[in-house]
């Protein structure tokens, strides 16, 4: 794989609300962490409390994996969160209950996170 391609960034806009589409953004990404890239999610607007400790207790379909699985396997490929703070604040989420490969981060965060090599995304 080519070292400058070897990053994913998936944005994810959408909570519980839409648990298909969740474990979906949640497939590609760990789909990306577990073939070894460096995987960055990026959560907004109601996605944001999906990095909460026992948030995330569902399942989206028949035949789809509990969300809770996937959230594991990320973190156990080394997958890392960057949460939104103007939507946490918003939201009054309190950080402190966030799980360990989380933090709050913007914009800048993401772009500095990102460099000036090309990145692999998807938005969901």
């Excluded at 996605?47 to 026992?54: C, E, K, P, S, T």
Aim: with cysteine; glycine share 10%; net charge negative.
């Amino acid at each position: 794989m080519n070292s400058n391609m070897n990053r994913a960034v998936i944005s994810l806009t959408t909570g519980l609300e839409d648990p298909e589409r969740v474990t979906v953004a949640f497939l590609v990404a760990v789909g990306a962490a577990e073939q070894g890239r460096e995987t960055l999610m990026f959560l907004t607007k109601e996605a944001v409390r999906l990095v909460l400790q026992g948030f995330a207790h569902t399942v989206a379909c028949d035949g789809c994996p509990p969300l809770t699985a996937l959230l594991e396997r990320y973190e156990r490929a080394g997958g890392r969160y960057l949460v939104c703070p103007i939507c946490l604040d918003s939201r009054r989420v309190d950080r402190s209950g966030f799980m360990a490969n989380a933090e709050a981060g913007g914009t800048v965060q993401l772009w500095n996170w990102i460099g000036g090599d090309p990145v692999v995304t998807f938005s969901y």
